[in-house]
């Protein structure tokens, strides 16, 4: 599972991954994720990923690309709406249910925010 190619008009990307691996795309290009590493995805350039391990857990780390950022705060939502915050400074559980956010919302959040999704 992973998101659908997409390019950030407003901030770049690094995920390190703690646990199962990625495959993730950047320009079409195709790099392999594992354990104990750290991809780069710059704002501007089309990307997307998906997970290619039965548990695949991550820090995400999102940073600004100019001095003015519009949409931080609508960024932040998004986050909130396909997560939850961290509740220990432990890995949590596995949700028990399987826990799929509604497309059409995810689309409309992502726009709002500087996303643009890129046409299969």
């Given amino acids: 599972?992973?998101?659908?190619?997409?390019?950030?008009?407003y901030e770049h990307e690094c995920f390190y991954i703690i646990e199962g691996c990625l495959n993730a795309w950047v320009e079409g290009i195709k790099y392999d994720v594992p354990k104990d590493s750290l991809i780069f995805?710059?704002?501007?350039?089309?990307?997307?990923?998906?997970?290619?391990?039965?548990?695949?857990?991550m820090i995400s780390l999102t940073v600004t690309a100019k001095p003015e950022f519009p949409a931080s705060h609508l960024n932040r939502k998004f986050f909130?709406?396909?997560?939850?915050?961290?509740?220990a400074m432990t890995?949590?559980?596995?949700?028990?249910?399987?826990?799929?956010?509604?497309?059409?919302?995810?689309?409309?959040?992502?726009?709002?925010?500087?996303t643009q999704p890129l046409s299969g």
């Fill in 41 to 57: 995805l710059p704002a501007g350039r089309a990307h997307w990923f998906v997970s290619t391990a039965p548990v695949t857990r």
């Fill in 1 to 9: 599972m992973g998101p659908p190619p997409h390019i950030h008009l």
């Fill in 91 to 114: 890995l949590p559980d596995m949700p028990k249910e399987d826990h799929r956010p509604d497309p059409k919302v995810l689309m409309q959040m992502t726009e709002e925010a500087g």
């Fill in 80 to 87: 909130e709406y396909i997560g939850r915050p961290a509740e």
